[in-house]
């Protein structure tokens, strides 16, 4: 099939190239010409694990380009995906619309002939009626234009295996739909072929799917973070708590992983947007839940802030502290909403003199956050360090020895906000281990 993608970041660009993987042509189409040169040239304007090598393998071959014009879009396919950003409106916890709006309005005059268009980007329940309304008083094509929602469940660093592999396909579909489904099936059908569950949907339920999950999966950390709470005022160990629960399959180990906390542009972003339109719909009785995971999740970083605190004798004031981790989560650059970089920034805060390395998001973090200190090598970073915080688990972190490190900061001191340091490595060495939620 020949598809487009309108928008060209993170979402539409891993995408773009996963069509373009299953064996479509696919135009790639954003207003950004700098981001548009660099996916001609085969290279991602951000990290994601494995992308730009299947970027560069599509381009190389021409079945897959990108332009910055609607009007080539529109005139290329007539199976149009949006994954455009829907970012959390500044100060309110809805969802910002505009970029997707205003993509629906520049396609719309340039859709002559009958068109599918397949929204991925994360919206609020009854986002596809206004949809519809911006096609069909604008678009030429009128109700031959149909309206699809086929939400993302992408992981960062995993984008592409969720893609390609998915756990479930989500189709929705206005009562009246006559043929979206059966284009939205070809484009898929190598996917539905391999046996991945297809749920065939309405609008609304295909719209409050990606919330509704993500919402879920932050509830589940913040519970385990709730239970590490418990677990500190107890002396319990919530790493051995957590494996207790997670024998149980109604519970599962998955995900339920102690620690510093979720970040990113996904969970927090979600779990506030499920938040606000619930009470919207006058359902805000059903979301306390929520609101506490989402506290508890603050609550964390707070956590950390205070044992760091507690470590170095009650003060921060010029302590020099090592900060292993920029990202909100490994194998990615992204720092948005990063547990890692608040935690940061509240010690420098405090009069801490804060130093902090990462594999790939440093680059990021200066541009965000020029007033912290940041170093290339983690070793190198340790040196004369009061205390050194792991707060992104990358394996580069882990595979490091802590024997080797003995001698370099002023005091061997380690809090491991995200427990995944082998404990008794880094205490034979000499080192002072602490973590959230354990002994």
Known sequence: MKLTVVGCGYLGATHA???????????????????????????????????DALLAKHTATGSLTFTASYAEAAHFADLHFIGVGTPQTPGMNTYDLTHLYSAVRQLAPRLTKPAVIAIKSTVPVGTAPRVTEILQAHAPAGDQVEVAWNPEFLRESFAIEDTLRPDRLVLGFAAEHTWAEAVLRQCFAKIIESGTPTIVTDWATAELAKGAANSFLATKISFINAMAEVCETSGADVSQLAEILGHDDRIGRRGMRPGLGFGGGCLPKDIRGFIAQATKLGAAAATGILREADAVNTRRREAMVTLAREQLGGTLMGKRITIWGAAFKP?????????????????????????????????????????????????????????????TEWAEFGHIDPHHLARRPAQTLVIDGRGTL????????GWTYRTLGRP
Request: proline share 5%; charged share 25%.
């Open 17 to 51: 190239a996963c069509m373009a993987e299953l064996g479509h042509e696919v135009l790639g189409m954003d207003c950004d010409m700098d981001k548009v040169a660099s996916l001609n040239s085969g290279k991602a304007p951000f990290f994601e694990r494995d992308l």
């Open 331 to 391: 194998n990615t650059d992204d720092i948005r909403d990063s547990p890692a970089l608040t935690v940061a920034q509240k010690l420098q805060a405090l009069g801490a003199i804060v130093t902090v390395t990462d594999p790939k998001a440093l680059d990021n973090a200066r541009k965000m956050h020029p007033e912290l200190d940041y170093i290339d090598d983690p070793i190198a970073a340790v040196q004369d360090a009061d205390l050194l915080l792991h707060l």
């Open 422 to 429: 082998n404990a008794d490595t880094w205490r034979q060495a």
